[in-house]
Structure formats: C-alpha cells, structure tokens
C-alpha cells in the first residue's frame, strides 16, 4: 500500500506544477529545469533511492504553495513508511518557508507534530500541537493528537482537560471516554491508598458518564477495602450480571466478598443464572471452578450433565466439568464418560477441521485454493 502511495507521488509533483500555471515547453532555461528536477526525483524515488531524492527536494531555492502540498505528501509518505527521520526533515524544511500560506503552515505544523508523536518524541509533539491550539484552524485534529500524547504518557488531568474542550465540536461520545480518565485516576488513588480521592475521582466520572460499568467495578473495590463487604458483594454481582466479560477480572474480589459475609454457597447458583442468561461458556468456566473449591450445588450437579449433552462448550468448561465430577469420588464415575464423549464431540463440531499452511486461516470444509491468502495446495488437515 505504502509502495503504491509512494508511486503517487510523482504525480502529485506533476499536477501541483501544473497547477501552477507553468507549462512543460523548452523555451527558457528556468523552465526546462523544473521538468528536469522533476524527472530526476521521481527517478531516485523509484530507485529506492530516497536520500538523494530528498536533497534535490530540499535544496530547491524556491517552494509556492503547490510545490508545498508535494513537500508535504512526500513527508507523509515517509512517515507512513516508518522513515521518520526523513519525514522531519521534510516537514521541518517546509516550516521554515516563508512561502507557506496560512493554511498550508496550520498542516504543516500538524504534519510535524504527527512526525515527533512517531518518533516517540511527546515532549516536542505536545509543544506543536499546543501551539497549533492557540490558532484557529486544525484544533480539533491538534485536540485529537493531545489526547493520543496524553494516552500514552498516561496524565489523565490533561487528557481530561483537552478533551472536555473537544466536546462542543465532537459527534462522538466523549462522556464515556472522559469517565475512563476519571476511572484511571480513581484506579492510581486507589493503588496509594487515597480512597477519598479514588472516590472524588469517582463522582466526577459518573457526572460526565453514570452508565460506565467500570465505574461499578470501582465502588466495588472501594467498598470491599473499606470492608464494607454487604455492598461490595451486591457490586461486584452487580457487575458480572450486566458485563459477563469482566468476571475473570471480578472473580477473586467477588468470592472474597461473598465469603465476609458469608454467603459463598450461594454464588455459584447466581453465577449459573448468568451462564443460562447469556449462554457465556467463561460464565460457565467460573461457576464449576467455584463448585470445585465449595463443592457443587444440586442446581449444578443437576443441570450439568444436561449441558454436556446438549451444549456446545469449550474445551476449559468440559475439562472444569471433569474435574469437578473427578473429586466427587463418586463410585460409579465411569458414567461420566459417555457425557464426555457428547461434550467433546458437540465441542469438535464447532471447530474448523482443515487449516492453509501457509497463512494460517481455518476452514470447516477442505478447499484446494486457500481463501484467504489465494495459495494452492496448502489446506492440510488441523
Ligand atoms: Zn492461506
């Protein structure tokens, strides 16, 4: 993709110049070394010989503003390449023309910023895109690029900041992203152990967004160290009902909140609701693996062969099942085979028998041309 922009850009030097109102007849010697320049520019492109291309680009005396959008293609192309270096060069010369118009010196800024952000070097990206705030054109593009420092700098306060000021213009819901700053700032209190902050941080994130169940997972926390347990409890069961994804984070705070209040028989039933509820077999993984360490209720020990026979489940759930039966001790464990058999054979089912070597993708049925990558003769059984 990137060798195609790059061939691209030859024809952006060209229309630009032709834009220019410059024509490419030999009646003068200025005009005849324009097109001469030209075609020995794109020849060191093509030749992968972009060093030299980049000295007849940069030492050239004059730049208009069409010869600009050029200059500012060919950094891009280089950042899009991972060529940062020559990408600052790029854009680092073109800053410095005094040709530029106002608009093409707001990009060229945003350019250059873009250009330190790849090369790891936020200080000076900040200090661009900073400026570029105080401007009037491109602020949101400055905004969005802030908002990326910050990200990976981790301070949430000015990512909080510069992103409230996004939100007049911004279709997109911020609200939800700024609860998660206010939620990573709660998260850092709570690993100094300032709860009260962790807590403030909190009333803050659900101002800008009350829905986020992060924020629940949060209070969760909060409550369970303050050994409030009763609430915790309810929380973090709370949270596993309307987010099935986030029990295996939840997992080991949710029994411990359940055992302080002593009501740990009764979880792996409310977990089994929400296994049934969402048909999530990690949902499923979790509840055995608690039936194993507390022993299994009738609920479990009832439903659960059902399941093996009907169910498509994973190979973590079916080995949890066999587990949780194996410490039963029951005498007549050999009739668990059979359920086993249904259950790998419902789990083998749903798994793609054939595999192309050469990419790697999977497929149900054999084919002797590779979807995927196109290659023959690769699709080899899994
Ligand atoms: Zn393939």
Same mark, same amino acid.
């Given at each position: ?56 680009? *940069? ?19 280089? =950042?899009? =390449?991972?060529? /940062? ?26 350019? *250059? ?103 629940? /997972? ?20 709370? /949270? ?75 190979? =973590? ?66």
């Amino acid at each position: 993709m990137n060798e195609l922009l790059f061939l691209l850009l030859p024809l952006a030097f060209y229309s630009g110049w032709k834009a220019s109102g410059k024509n490419l007849t030999f009646g003068s010697t200025e005009k005849r070394q324009l097109p001469d320049n030209f075609v020995k520019g794109v020849n060191y492109l093509l030749n992968e010989e972009p060093d030299k291309a980049l000295d007849l680009f *940069l030492n050239r005396p004059e730049i208009d503003e069409y010869t600009a959008e050029t200059y500012l293609l060919l950094g891009n192309l280089f =950042r899009n =390449r991972g060529e /940062v270096d020559r990408a600052l060069s790029v854009h680092q010369n073109l800053i410095g023309r005094a040709s530029l118009n106002r608009d093409q010196k707001t990009t060229t800024m945003l350019a *250059l910023g873009k250009d330190f952000l790849a090369a790891g070097m936020m200080d000076r990206a900040e200090q661009v895109f900073t400026e570029l705030l105080q401007g009037e054109n491109k602020t949101e593009d400055a905004r969005e690029a802030l908002r990326t420092i910050y990200e990976q700098t981790q301070e949430w306060s000015k990512a909080i900041s510069v992103t409230e000021a996004s939100k007049p213009q911004s279709a997109g819901n911020l609200s939800a992203l700024i609860a998660n700053y206010y939620c990573e700032l709660a998260d850092a209190s709570l690993i100094t152990g300032h709860i009260q902050h962790a807590n403030e941080m909190l009333n803050m994130a659900r101002e800008s967004y009350a829905d986020s169940i992060r924020i629940e /997972v949060i209070a969760a926390r909060i409550h369970a160290l303050q050994e409030e347990y009763q609430h915790s409890s309810l929380l973090f069961l709370s /949270v596993a009902q309307k987010a099935p994804r986030l029990l295996g984070i939840i997992y080991q705070p949710l029994i411990e909140s359940y055992q302080q209040v002593g009501k740990l028989d009764q979880l792996q039933d409310e977990l089994f609701d929400i296994y049934i509820k969402y048909s999530d077999v990690k949902v499923l993984e979790y509840t055995l693996r608690l039936a194993i360490q507390t022993g299994p209720s009738e609920n479990i020990l009832q439903q659960l062969p059902k399941l093996m026979e009907s169910k498509q489940l994973n190979i =973590r759930s079916i080995c949890q099942a066999v587990n949780l039966y194996c410490k039963l001790e029951d005498p007549e464990s050999t009739k668990i085979l059979p359920l086993i058999q249904s259950a790998l054979t419902n789990h083998l089912s749903s798994q793609p028998g054939f595999q192309c070597r050469h990419c790697g993708y999977k497929m149900h049925d054999f084919l002797w041309r590779c979807p995927a990558c196109n290659y023959w003769d690769e699709v080899t059984n899994v």
